[in-house]
């Protein structure tokens, strides 16, 4: 059944999630193409070539404003689809809509834990889309800039291969973090990919699990959703970084005083540990509400 209750799920959401990823497609394209401006700019001064007032001032505006509309769009897509989820799954289970929700022959676990699942898998994949755009668009500005005068030598050395330098830039810049800061980078890479892919499912949690403590008042219950989901994540970040200097903090006394070194990456798995604990405890949370305390008046 539960299934059926996601794949239910999923016909409400895709049209708005693909609108959205196609929104981001188009402003990574445009943005891909106005990015590699600035090179050419610096190309054709750096050849000798005159360079009037409204070509320069042409390329730097729509440098800017293509800079501008791609934040504003970032901006758009994840708050956008934040308010349209937590819209939705409100709607779905504590309106007029939720009574036929909660009417069907499934538990109010299974209804609950399919919109985590939906919802958190369609932030995923907009998560995803975010990070290939912001790739796209860091290739496209380093083509343009290390194509012009002394900089064209650097790719010299590289076949003209932007990937093969970025990988190379990266690898230096990790053994800098790996050296300076005592962070081992496999470790590190490992739990940044698994807050990358879990982190979705946990915001899901926190954002509807607060629109179900939400339920708990008699009056305006939407509004007081939204501001659980508000205390909940300005509380989840003061013990996230209250845990993170005691922890550095301890580290450091305990370097100073009997050489022992603590893991720079321990901060990082606390941190982790800390988000699921959060979703873990939101999760039960909701349970007991919607079997135990839920009224849909």
């Not at 609108?19 to 000798?48: H, K, S």
């Not at 708050?79 to 709607?91: A, D, K, N, T, V």
Request: hydrophobic share 50%.
């Amino acid at each position: 059944m539960l299934g059926k209750l996601m794949k239910y799920e999923w016909k409400n959401i895709w049209r708005a999630g693909t609108l959205m990823l196609l929104g981001m497609f188009v402003v990574t394209v445009i943005g891909c193409v106005v990015l590699r401006m600035p090179g050419g700019l610096v190309a054709e001064i750096a050849d000798g070539n005159d360079i009037n007032a409204a070509q320069s001032w042409f390329v730097v505006s729509s440098f800017v404003a293509t800079l501008i509309l791609y934040v504003i769009m970032l901006l758009a897509s994840t708050w956008g689809m934040l308010i349209f989820l937590g819209i939705r799954f409100y709607r779905s289970m504590y309106t007029d809509e939720g009574y036929l929700s909660h009417t069907l022959p499934v538990t109010a676990n299974q209804l609950f834990l399919s919109k985590v699942l939906v919802s958190g898998a369609w932030y995923l994949f907009l998560t995803i889309g975010i990070g290939i755009s912001v790739m796209a668009l860091v290739v496209s500005l380093m083509t343009g800039l290390l194509n012009v005068g002394e900089l064209s030598g650097v790719m010299t050395q590289y076949n003209g291969n932007i990937w093969e330098f970025l990988t190379d830039a990266f690898y230096e810049i990790g053994r800098a973090y790996e050296d300076e800061m005592g962070i081992n980078l496999l470790h590190y890479g490992i739990t940044l990919l698994l807050t990358y892919v879990v982190g979705p499912f946990i915001t899901m949690v926190t954002l509807f699990g607060a629109l179900t403590i939400g339920q708990l008042s008699s009056k305006h219950k939407g509004f007081m959703g939204i501001l659980a989901y508000a205390g909940v994540t300005i509380l989840s970040s003061i013990i996230g970084s209250t845990v993170q200097s005691a922890f550095m903090f301890g580290k450091n006394v305990m370097s100073s005083q009997s050489g022992i070194s603590v893991s720079a990456n321990s901060v990082y798995d606390i941190n982790v540990i800390t988000s699921l604990l959060l979703a873990a405890i939101m999760y039960g949370v909701s349970y007991y509400i919607m079997n135990k305390k839920l009224n849909l008046d």
